[in-house]
């Protein structure tokens, strides 16, 4: 194996702010006061919130060290499946950080807002043009977001047809939004197994449609990284019954430039531009998660939406069958602008980076599956699925593998997720990754699998070179400490 990437560099200690500094420390220093004190700022003033005093050094050192704790795509592999995590080009945050951009406000006068409201209207179109669907609302703030407003649309387009349907057909490898979704909008999840080779059977699907089903949420490639290769059969089955198809993009990374989603049969699709279209995610956002949609469903579009006439550009109401307005103002602008900034960086070559990504997810499912037992083996999209079967005999698990995975300096994958496969290892390395890097990442993978055959004891108590050791998990997330 070569060199491990290293994980022992100098992690400090650091305590709360609060713990920090003392009495009349400022980070700054003002000038004397000229004009006299005034009893009405005393006043107001009060004892003050309990903010501690800090010099500027104090402050640096603290969000410094609280920063190196943090694992991020900037500082090693992030191979988590179904997220996405791609290095985020800088370009794009300088975009987003222009004055123009960054401190134009929603509130500002239209006339005074062309080049924003251009922006978000042009990005419209490019999503369009991906997709193949030709009309696009900005405004959900998430994949999840997305959902839900297509199965509005979905809906309100059923209602205009005098049509009240109470199920929607969902997959069992789907992600779990897409039931939550379905449930917020009324409609009760329908599961449908997956075949022997990990994807949607005709025989199934026409089995379960009926006229009282919306439609079906389909995620293509789907959560095991394997492409529905009988989509268009399967959605000219949910059209024969006057139903619907939901498209849920979070991986569009395997398939962008490449695929009309529309030709798929597919009437909405969300994308999730904080993963395919490079923006820094995790924590919890903020994101964005436009849908696309086809001509028929355009009329229940949320409003206001970014329109042109005469040259000017926009907002607009006036769209009488609109499902409403699903977040204030127009959604996460600064989360458009990356976006904006990516598709023109990439240009004509957007469909290499879902070959590379492919390529690489390939690569790896190749490279590992003597040693990791893969779920399907057959050809992969953008991640490939395998579970701990094979070390299962030295009891060793997923979570011990991914544990010690980040003594080695990698971001674990996701794990124990699609839920069909037990004890899931979901690796997606994306196009970004240099070859260099995902032979680590494989040789990594290799030198686990032996320590689990020699040496299997070792696993349950990693990691041990990190801040944080081995957590009991559930108590982690019941009773956080926040105190580091
Ligand atoms: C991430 C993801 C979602 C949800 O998107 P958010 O932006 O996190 O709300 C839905 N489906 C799949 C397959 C995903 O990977």
């Given amino acids: 194996m070569k060199e491990p990437v290293g994980t022992t560099g100098l992690i400090f200690n650091e305590p709360l702010l609060w713990e920090r500094g003392a009495k009349g420390r400022s980070g700054f220093s003002l000038p004397p006061r000229d004009v006299a004190s005034s009893h009405v700022a005393d006043d107001l003033r009060g004892d003050g919130p309990d903010f501690p005093d800090l010099s500027e050094l104090d ?102 047809k005098g049509e009240k349907r109470s199920k929607v057909l969902i997959p069992d490898t789907a992600h779990g939004t897409n039931p939550a979704s379905a449930t917020l909008c009324g409609l009760k999840s329908v599961a449908v197994k997956s075949n022997e080779q990990g994807i949607l059977s005709t025989e199934k699907i026409a089995e379960l449609m009926d006229e009282d089903t919306a439609g079906l949420m389909v995620t293509n490639p789907n959560t095991l990284g394997l492409f529905e290769e009988d989509i268009q059969k399967v959605t000219e089955i949910v059209h024969a019954k006057g139903g619907l198809v939901y498209g849920d993009g979070a991986n569009m990374n395997a398939i962008m430039g490449i695929v009309d989603i529309q030709k798929l049969g597919v009437d909405v699709l969300h994308l999730n531009l904080h993963k395919t279209f490079s923006t820094p995610h995790g924590g919890g956002g903020p994101g964005s998660g436009p849908i696309c949609v086809t001509e028929a469903l355009e009329p229940f579009l949320p409003v206001p939406r970014v329109i042109e006439k005469d040259g000017k550009y926009l907002l607009s109401e006036d769209f009488p069958q609109s499902v409403g307005k699903l977040h204030a103002f127009y959604g996460n602008f600064g989360i458009l602008v990356r976006a904006y900034s990516y598709i023109l960086t990439m240009g004509a070559d957007l469909h290499k980076a ?101 040496n299997p004891e070792q696993f349950h108590e990693a990691p041990q070179t990190t801040k944080v050791k081995r957590l009991d998990e559930t108590a982690a997330a019941r009773n956080p400490c926040l105190t580091g």
Wanted: charged share 20%; hydrophobic share 40%; glycine share 6%.
């Fill in 59 to 160: 402050v640096v050192r603290h969000f410094t060290r609280l920063s190196q704790w943090n694992f991020g795509v900037d500082s090693g592999m992030y191979p988590l499946g179904s997220c996405t995590m791609k290095y985020n080009p800088k370009t794009n945050e300088r975009q987003a950080g222009l004055p123009g951009l960054a401190v134009s406000h929603p509130l500002l006068p239209q006339e005074l807002s062309q080049g924003a409201l251009k922006m978000m209207f042009d990005l419209q179109h490019y999503l369009a043009e991906i997709t193949g669907l030709p009309a696009v609302t900005l405004q959900p703030a998430a994949g999840s977001q997305g959902e839900l407003t297509g199965m509005m649309v979905i809906n309100a387009y059923l209602q205009s």
């Fill in 354 to 454: 879902s070959q590379y990504a492919v390529l690489n997810a390939n690569y790896i499912k190749e490279s590992l599956k003597d040693v990791y037992h893969l779920a399907y083996d057959r050809p992969c999209m953008h991640e490939c699925v395998f579970n701990d079967k094979l070390q299962a005999a030295h009891k060793v698990t997923t979570l011990d593998i991914a544990k010690r995975l980040m003594e080695y300096g990698f971001h674990p994958p996701t794990i124990y997720f699609p839920l069909v496969v037990q004890g899931a290892i979901m690796v997606e390395p994306t196009e970004t990754e240099s070859k260099e890097t995902i032979d680590a990442f494989i040789d990594t993978m290799r030198t686990i699998a032996q320590e689990a055959r020699e």
